[in-house]
């Protein structure tokens, strides 16, 4: 798998404050993914990176930003955190190959309060 | 009209029977099916994924992939409770380059 961690792996904030998720991995994938997930509405992608000079939104990707600091560090903003951005956050990871598998950090559980 | 579409279940069924998860998909263009297991509060895990029509078996699972019908299911034999999960089909739109769609999720509940 593609050893993708996560952190923090809870945080509660309040809202307006300014919130950063940072998502490493370590098996030199190219492709990588922020996902939220909520009760119900299962995961759905925020924004995804297929190398560090190509961002791309996903299809809910207003009050969130990205960076791609480099191949292995993609990090998720909320710039100005609401309650409903409440949810369980997830990062992957993905070689290019025949079939991208993708592979999942263990998750961010963030509240806004 | 969904993409990826799952009953969510509950589906129950008793130990070291057939689970079996069904999923349908509406691009014809997807190319490539994955069925991942999550636990409550945790990360999904792949189970295995799928490409080609017919069946595809690792240890006690079973994909099966029919496009003509834009069908895909998971067989699990022998059921355990430890297979107890949610498990989430996903597909990769044809074009995106590897983006997945993801079904909502079936709940497994196998029970001792």
């Known amino acids: 798998d593609a050893d993708v961690t996560q952190t923090p792996r809870n945080r509660i904030t309040k809202t307006g404050k300014r919130i950063m998720l940072e998502c490493s991995q370590t098996k030199g994938h190219d492709r990588m993914y922020w996902y939220r997930q909520d009760p119900g509405l299962g995961l759905r992608l925020i924004y995804y990176?297929?190398?560090?000079?190509?961002?791309n939104k996903g299809e809910i990707s207003d009050g969130y930003s990205v960076s791609r600091q480099a191949q292995a560090k993609f990090s998720l903003s909320l710039e100005s955190a609401i309650p409903n951005q409440t949810a369980l956050y997830f990062c992957?990871?993905?070689?290019?190959?025949?079939?991208?598998?993708?592979?999942f950090g263990p998750g961010t559980r963030l509240t806004v309060l | 009209q969904k993409e990826v579409e799952q009953n969510s279940g509950p589906l129950s069924v008793p130990e070291g029977a057939i689970a079996s998860l069904n999923c349908t998909y509406s691009?014809?263009?997807?190319?490539?099916f994955f069925w991942y297991r999550q636990y409550s509060g945790k990360s999904p895990e792949l189970i295995m994924f799928?490409?080609?029509?017919g069946d595809k078996e690792d240890g006690r699972f079973t994909a099966q992939l029919n496009k003509a019908s834009q069908y895909v299911s998971l067989l699990i034999r022998d059921s355990q409770p430890s297979d107890s999960a949610t498990y989430l089909c996903a597909v990769n739109r044809g074009g995106s380059q590897g983006n997945l769609i993801f079904g909502k999720g079936t709940k497994l509940s196998v029970k001792p």
């Open positions: 992957a990871a993905a070689g290019v190959g025949a079939v991208d598998t993708q592979y």
């Open positions: 990176s297929f190398d560090v000079k190509d961002i």
């Open positions: 799928i490409y080609s029509n």
């Open positions: 691009d014809r263009g997807s190319q490539s």
